[in-house]
């Protein structure tokens, strides 16, 4: 029975033949033959990601080069009998893996709870009686009942429809209701345009009618996005591409390091165990402990800071993509848009037009005529009694819950609902004094509907509405009565320019006539109005685009990062919605799903610098274009909220996803998920993942030349036939408490205003950069002078080794100190009005210098690191040879702000 009812398209066969082939009837399945099928077929559900555990998060953070040499030297440490040394490294390490496991797994919670927890029910027939079940119990054959508000729970094949229309914004991107009907269409209709099939995930905004499943579970549309989705690569983020080069370099430096120090130990005649320690200290002297856990808690800071201003993020490592990313793939439905209809002008048969102000559903707003309000207009109050009296939607006001004014039924309804009320229009008086007594319901072959108003034994009207090809040849008079004060209407080949004019800037055109005095019958269809009806105007309405949108896409422009519209509508629409937000320019243009289909992969990726729309795509294809522009080396976001945005969303580099009106299968796909559904929200986490790159870099050029400053003063000692200047503790202690008060505080640095001015980086730009390792260049033998000569000056003067070593530990630390100041700015001077910009810098800096005495001043912590006390006065010399290197890097600053005016 299995093959009878499967069949790979529906949209081609009849009503009837649906039925036959799914060997069902008009009175549905029976009970018991849907519990078999549902056993065949499993649930009606796609399969849920299973969630990471705890552990495998907790494992996963110890996947990195760094991590390896830090448990190589850990684990040499203490074969050595070093047990001290190896139990502060493995704790630098396990900290490291519980901040990453703990954000990431908030993060995991966070998605969680954006989860709507209410299950889908649905109606169907089953042995002729009507029932409510629940979606996932939904088997193919099953016949679905269907009214207004319902949410579709599987693929069905329509088989009676009644002015039916659905939302499918979340599966092809189509703003508007799609109207439905019965008949079969051509085999290779595009999904878009298969108007006698209702689809999983969608729902009806009008009419009603009955549908035979055809699809359950994966097998629909939905579940077939959802295994592309599966399928679609993932793609590693570049900053963990910079990290894996970097350890790589590490891992070779510190190796190379290793064998250098113990070859040249063993040639100098050293003992093998003493060289050895030695060696293992050059080892954790180049590899900057403080690395791993400075990335995650930048990484975590940024995480933080983007769920204050709305952003979730799923993924650690992609806050700082964001920083990187060159190119923005937007939807346009509910992204860019407010996915409320909006009435913004009107045409009157005078050829008056009015402005309209105000958007979405709210009433505020105002008519304009010439600047003037022309709400008390004869002419424009016809109008919009009309529009308000032919229509079926309701407009819900703001409650506790909601804010927002809504639309119940259609939303090119709901908005001439909202028009009527920004004219003044009361629309329960004005349905009291014409009630509603004959309809001809809207017809999407004829593109019109027809309602007839009031009193049985007074005034009666007809009201027509719809497509301005389909109204205008009804209208044939001039006047509705003699003595109205109507001028003469144009001709009809002019009220279709004007329509055509309207159109041309993305506006959904509707006109409306009047018929006075006449009788509405529903069986003889509109073609009894002809010659009969009155024009009474042109209504244009649109999508239109968020407030903040506009500013959001010139901010990304300014930031070198380029919007791209990837949507469902029609070709025409999203590029006046572009060129309205500058997202499309003189020279710019759009491609729709057919010509991309046809289009050379090669050709495709020549154009790609002109192509600002991709209109009436689908999921494959969009995953085309992210593939397309990555393979130029772009680093892609993806923006979206239907399921059809799903697979591009996980193939992009950073998959951002709508938290409100965003599907859970493009929220699973993404990485980041906004909250608000504000796209402007993209600019600021842009903005803020530029903030966390940076900062990162700073700390990374702090902790290379304390690293690489440590190395030299070492090598120096070794070379020149001097005893070490510290000792194993000594270096632990300034790799792990000297830098581990500052750094973590280094990476709260706050914006330095210029973020959004800077191109993105570069996908081959390493995290060492030439302008970072020039610095670095300039730092460390200044460092390492700074603290060898000192070194060597005081063994000279006949002080005691104890205390020379403890000197010199000392001076490298305060070293450490003034060049965190330093790695605050490139260019900006560490004593001017920002020094006190990051307390927490500061704060760090004071529990440094307070440990730093302990250490030289505490019995106990004397004996653990070699340290005896030091006479204050010698801090002097101290302090002012460590400072160098902060007044010779102001140097250079200087020299930098002056030469670059």
Not at 107 to 118: G, I, P, Y
């Given at each position: ?12 066969l ?17 009970p ?53 040394d190896s ?5 630098v ?13 908030r ?12 299950s889908?029910?649905?109606r169907?027939?089953?042995?002729g ?28 094949r ?20 799609v ?15 298969r ?36 399928t ?139 600047g003037?309000?022309a709400?008390?207009d ?34 090119t ?71 109205e ?69 010139s ?10 519209m ?66 130029q ?29 965003g ?43 304390t ?22 503790v ?25 973020e ?10 390493p ?13 460390t ?18 002080v ?92 250079r ?9």
């Open positions: 029975m299995e093959a009878e009812y499967e069949h790979a398209l529906w949209h081609d009849s009503a009837a033949d649906v039925i036959e082939r799914q060997a069902s009837s008009a009175d549905g399945l029976a018991d033959e849907a519990a078999t099928r549902l056993r065949t077929h499993g649930p009606n559900a796609l399969p849920e990601s299973k969630r990471r555990s705890l552990t495998r998060l907790f494992l996963g953070q110890f996947q990195s080069p760094l991590i390896y040499i830090l448990f190589i030297a850990a684990l040499l440490a203490m074969f050595l009998g070093k047990h001290g139990a502060v490294i493995l704790a390490v396990v900290v490291n893996a519980l901040i990453g496991s703990f954000q990431e797994g993060a995991e919670r966070s998605m969680a709870a954006l989860k709507r927890l209410a889908v029910r649905v169907v027939i089953r042995g009686a009507e029932a409510e079940i629940e979606a996932r119990d939904l088997v193919p054959g099953d016949l679905l009942v269907l009214g207004a508000g319902d949410a579709v729970g599987a693929d069905a329509l088989i009676e429809a009644a002015g039916l229309e659905t939302g499918e914004a979340a599966l092809t991107g189509e703003s508007l209701p109207a439905k009907q019965v008949e079969p269409l051509p085999e290779h209709t595009l999904l878009a345009d108007t006698n099939m209702v689809y999983s995930g969608t729902h009806l905004t009008a009419g009603r009618g009955q549908a035979m499943v055809v699809a359950t579970g994966l097998a629909t549309e939905v579940g077939k996005i959802a295994r592309l989705t599966a679609a690569e993932e793609q590693p983020t570049p900053l963990e591409l910079r990290i894996a080069q970097f350890g790589r370099y590490l891992v070779a430096a510190a190796l190379a390091m290793f064998v250098v120090v113990l070859g040249l130990g063993l040639l100098r005649g050293l003992p093998f165990v003493d060289i050895f320690m030695v060696a293992i200290s050059q080892m954790v002297s180049m590899v900057p402990e403080g690395l791993p856990v400075a990335m995650t808690i930048a990484l975590a800071v940024g995480m933080q800071r983007m769920a204050a201003r709305g952003a979730i993020v799923r993924r650690l490592a992609a806050v700082e993509t964001l920083g990187s990313t060159s190119v923005i793939c937007t939807d346009k439905t509910g992204t860019l848009t407010r996915n409320e209809m909006t009435v913004v002008a009107i045409r009157l048969p005078d050829a008056r037009e009015i402005a309209v102000t105000g958007v979405g559903y709210s009433p505020k707003g105002t008519l304009l005529d010439l003037q309000p709400y008390k004869v002419a424009v109050q016809r109008l919009l009694e009309a529009v308000a009296l032919c229509n079926d939607a309701t407009l819900v006001p703001p409650d506790s819950e909601d804010t927002r004014w809504r639309a119940l039924g259609d939303p309804e709901a908005a001439l609902l909202t028009l009527a009320k920004k004219g003044g229009i009361s629309l329960e008086s004005l349905n009291r004094s014409w009630p509603r007594w004959g309809e001809i319901p809207f017809d999407s072959a004829a593109k019109m509907m027809a309602t007839g108003h009031g009193q049985a034994e007074g005034h009666r009207r007809i009201l027509i509405k719809g497509a301005p090809e389909a109204v205008l040849p009804l209208c044939g008079q001039n006047h509705l009565e003699e003595n004060p109507f001028p003469p209407v144009t001709t009809r080949q002019d009220a279709l320019s004007a329509a055509d004019a309207m159109a041309d800037q993305a506006l959904r055109v509707l006109a409306v006539a009047e018929v006075a005095e006449a009788e509405l019958d529903d069986t003889r269809g509109f073609e009894q109005f002809e010659g009969r009806a009155v024009l009474l105007g042109l209504i244009g309405q649109m999508d239109p685009p968020r407030s903040e949108v506009k500013d959001a896409v901010g990304c422009r300014g930031a070198g990062v380029r919007t791209v990837v949507t469902g509508d029609h070709k025409a629409t999203g590029l006046a919605i572009a060129r309205t937000l500058d997202i499309a320019r003189e020279g710019d243009r759009a491609l729709d799903g057919h010509e991309l289909e046809r289009m050379p992969e090669q050709d495709l990726r020549d154009e790609l610098d002109r192509i600002a729309v991709f209109a009436r795509v689908y999921p494959a294809q969009k995953l085309r274009i992210v593939e397309a522009l990555q393979s080396g772009k680093v892609v976001a993806m923006t979206g909220d239907g399921v059809n945005d799903a697979p591009a969303l996980a193939r992009a580099d950073i998959g951002v996803a709508m938290g409100i009106t599907t859970e299968v493009a929220k699973e796909a993404s990485k980041i998920v906004i909250t608000d559904d504000n796209f402007a929200t993209i600019v600021r986490a842009v903005e803020e993942g530029r903030l966390v790159y940076r900062n990162l870099k700073k700390v990374i050029l702090y902790l290379f030349a690293s690489m400053a440590e190395i030299a003063v070492l090598m120096s000692a070794l070379l020149l036939g001097y005893p070490l200047p510290l000792a194993a000594q270096i632990l202690w300034i790799n792990i408490v000297t830098e581990g008060t500052v750094t973590v505080n280094l990476i709260m640095e706050p914006p330095e205003g210029d959004m001015r800077r191109p993105p980086m570069s996908l081959a730009e995290l060492l950069t030439r302008s970072l390792l020039k610095r670095v260049l300039l730092m033998p200044v460092m390492a002078l700074s603290t060898f000569g000192f070194f060597v000056w005081r063994l000279s003067t006949g005691p080794f104890e205390q020379v070593q403890t000197e010199t530990f000392t001076v490298l630390a305060a070293c450490q100190w003034f060049n965190v100041l330093n790695c605050q700015s490139e260019t900006r001077s560490a004593l001017g009005k920002g020094f006190f910009g990051n307390r927490w810098l500061l704060g760090g800096l004071a529990v440094g210098i307070l440990l730093q005495l302990a250490v030289v001043y505490s019995e106990v912590l004397n004996r653990l690191f070699h340290t005896v006390p030091i006479p204050p006065a010698d801090f002097l010399p101290i302090i002012a040879v460590a400072s160098l290197v902060l007044w010779l890097e102001e140097a600053k200087f020299a930098v702000r002056r030469f670059s005016r």
